[in-house]
Nanobody, 127 residues
Framework: QGQLVESGGGSVQAGGSLRLSCAAS????????MGWFRQAPGKEREGVAS?????????FYADSVKGRFTISKDNAKNMLYLQMNSLQPEDTGMYYC???????????????????WGQGTQVTVSS
């Protein structure tokens, strides 16, 4: 069984930046659709960004993060990243990386299009 391990979360003030990383073992990021999701307290988990197998930098984004977040991969290191700029308090939540076989909905990204999940890393943005 593979593993996804997120890191890079923390506490920042509004307007700040963070870079999340996801280390994959047992899965190959170059062969899977990869996604980032987040869950705020009391809310459902939502898709943030996704990237297809053959792309390193061209991804898809939720409207709420377009122009601020960038998803990328390093296939040689088997790593997934999420660069988050201009963070706002509404970006607060637990962030998860996920891998899946590119089922329908992977680009949104939809939760049920992904099979494998990390444990998450906390992001807190204060105003």
């Amino acid at each position: 069984q593979g593993q996804l391990v997120e890191s890079g979360g923390g506490s920042v003030q509004a307007g700040g930046s963070l870079r999340l990383s996801c280390a994959a073992s047992g899965y190959t990021v170059s062969n899977n659709c990869m996604g980032w999701f987040r869950q705020a307290p009391g809310k459902e988990r939502e898709g943030v960004a996704s990237i297809p197998p053959r792309s390193l930098y061209t991804g898809f984004y939720a409207d709420s993060v377009k122009g601020r977040f960038t998803i990328s991969k390093d296939n040689a290191k088997n790593m997934l990243y999420l660069q988050m700029n201009s963070l706002q308090p509404e970006d607060t939540g637990m962030y998860y990386c996920a891998a899946g076989p590119c089922r329908v909905g992977w680009e949104r990204p939809a939760l049920d299009a992904y099979d494998y999940w990390g444990q998450g890393t906390q992001v807190t943005v204060s105003s």
